[in-house]
Nanobody
Framework: QLAESGGGLVQAGESLRISCAASGRAFSGYALGWFRQAPGKDREFVAAISWSKNTYYADSIKGRFIVSRENDKSTVFLQMNNLQPEDTAVYFC???????????WGPGGYETWGPGTQVTVSS
């Protein structure tokens, strides 16, 4: 199971770090992905980190967001800097066991999802 936390309301230009804690075994073998969904839009890829700690980013957030993981805490983080109103969305984390890199970019590569955490950026 996955559970996101750390969402909230911030102003444009501010930073926020959201977390996703996992329960269960073999966390280190899972790829973790962050997706977001704004009202009326499809869920879109934000960032991912593989089981070997390679990282992947959407062009829209590259240079502003950083994904990381702490296997001993079974937690993945998304540090979001210079947030903009267009970053407003519900952010979801997903987990997939030993997912190949080319499967990380879409939601189909993930087996388990958290319920999401709301991030709202005011202008």
């Amino acid at each position: 199971q996955l559970a996101e936390s750390g969402g909230g309301l911030v102003q444009a230009g501010e930073s926020l770090r959201i977390s996703c804690a996992a329960s269960g075994r073999a966390f280190s073998g899972y790829a973790l992905g962050w997706f977001r969904q704004a009202p009326g839009k499809d869920r879109e890829f934000v960032a991912a980190i593989s089981w070997s700690k390679n990282t992947y980013y959407a062009d829209s957030i590259k240079g502003r967001f950083i994904v990381s993981r702490e296997n001993d805490k079974s937690t993945v983080f998304l540090q979001m800097n210079n947030l903009q109103p267009e970053d407003t969305a519900v952010y979801f984390c997903g987990a997939g066991f030993r997912v190949h890199a080319d499967k990380l970019w879409g939601p189909g590569g993930y087996e388990t999802w958290g319920p999401g955490t709301q991030v709202t950026v005011s202008s």
